[in-house]
């Protein structure tokens, strides 16, 4: 069987691994030149405990209240589909929704771990940390939401550990932190520096006989003989296809007549030297603002601009997601900048990915629309995709994901 993947973001090259372990010849089209592929400008977080979808309960308020305070790491651009997607948000906000695609996700999520020691097993080289991850907030509300937060993973069967840190306890987890209200600990969490993943799972990809190409790609209706797929240098011929080109998907999938409510929900990075750095990834609750140290530096990421799809990072938003920051780390310096990215992560309105096949499409499989959680649930997608193609059907816990759900 011959695929062809296109994207090659996490999703994709995970998918070509799973694929070629599973016997089938692959080639992955991928778009080096792209600079705002949502992987590589990510936070590097591999955090199952985050799989409550972005429509829980409080989201509206905690959103309004962060515009009025001047502090929204949000913003929303109109545009001709988001009218709907927003409609569908607010519908998957409702209890038994919510608590569904939760359960879902955490599944999904279940395979992350073993798959990064597995990733980790084969030799790639790979920088990768196992300090789990501090949620920390600055108020009394913040710090209920963080503790509700992790409180509603383990009842939807989160299995791993976390402590719930008084202030003072915070300060000792990490000096690096300036007072604080309270924190969670999320202990079995664990983040890796993107760029080099990508560059591991390329790798990967050729040790086991794959086929990486550069260059854009547009999908031609099948026919008798299967999928045929153009790309710049000429058609390739494929038994299936696997569409998992993020945020991109959706115009590949527009040019069958699919329709998929998946918008671009745009977030920058920057990594900067610097002295009083945290010993530990942090999630900032009220900021909204995620910050990882890796070896000689430190990521700060943030924003949510919803329906937006900028080629490049605005100085003024890096600049807001420094600021917000600074209030909670004690003694941090930032020091030289090292890189500024904009990353376009492809979202659902549910939160819950696109794995599956299009009614209609037979060989068709999408894998998008994961979020900000990418890189958590790319090893469980990736063995969601292997099974529907070499099975022709998804699983049973698969079935959550179908992108035929939204009418």
Do not use: C
Request: without cysteine; glycine residues 12%.
């Amino acid at each position: 069987m011959q695929v062809v993947v296109i994207g090659g973001g996490v999703i994709g090259l995970w998918s070509a691994r799973s694929l070629l372990e599973a016997g089938v010849s692959v080639t992955v089209l991928d778009r080096p030149t792209d600079t705002s592929v949502a992987t590589s400008a990510s936070a590097g977080w591999v955090v199952p405990a985050l799989s409550q979808p972005l429509s829980g309960p409080g989201v509206v308020q905690h959103t309004v209240g962060q515009v009025l305070r001047r502090q929204a790491a949000f913003s929303l651009t109109p545009t001709a589909s988001i009218a709907r997607w927003l409609l569908e948000f607010l519908r998957s906000g409702r209890p038994h929704t919510f608590h569904a695609g939760l359960t879902a996700t955490l599944g999904l999520a279940a395979a992350a771990l073993p798959g990064y020691t597995g990733l980790r097993a084969s030799g790639v080289d790979l920088e990768e940390h196992q300090d789990g991850l501090l949620v920390v907030a600055r108020t009394a509300r913040g710090l209920e939401h963080a503790v509700e937060l992790a409180q509603n993973v383990e009842t939807a069967g989160y299995a791993g550990k976390y402590d719930v840190l008084t202030a003072d306890e915070l300060a000792r987890r990490d000096p690096a932190l300036a007072p604080a209200a309270g924190g969670v600990h999320l202990r079995d969490e664990i983040h890796v520096r993107p760029e080099q993943l990508l560059s591991a799972l390329r790798s990967e990809v050729e040790r086991l006989g794959g086929v990486l190409r550069e260059g854009g790609a547009r999908l031609v209706a099948r026919d008798a003989h299967g999928w045929k797929v153009s790309t710049g240098t000429g058609t390739l011929s494929a038994d299936k296809v696997i569409v998992a080109a993020g945020y991109w998907s959706r115009t590949l999938l527009s040019d069958l007549g699919v329709r998929v409510p998946l918008e671009s929900a745009a977030g920058v990075s920057v990594t900067m030297a610097g002295g009083g750095r945290p010993a530990y990834p942090l999630k900032l609750v009220e900021a909204d603002v995620a910050v990882t140290p890796f070896d000689g530096g430190v990521r700060l990421a943030g924003r949510f601009a919803l329906g937006s799809a900028p080629s490049a990072p605005s100085r003024r938003q890096l600049a807001r997601v420094v600021d917000a920051a600074r209030p909670y780390l004690r003694d941090w310096s930032p020091g030289s900048v090292q890189l500024e990215q904009v990353g376009l992560r492809p979202v659902t309105p549910d939160s819950l990915p696109l794995v599956g096949e299009p009614r209609g499409h037979p060989g068709l499989v999408v894998a998008t629309g994961h979020g900000m959680l990418g890189l958590t649930l790319a090893p469980g997608t990736a063995a969601e995709v292997a099974h529907q193609v070499v099975h022709g059907v998804p699983t049973a816990a698969g079935a959550a994901f179908d992108p035929n759900r939204f009418r």
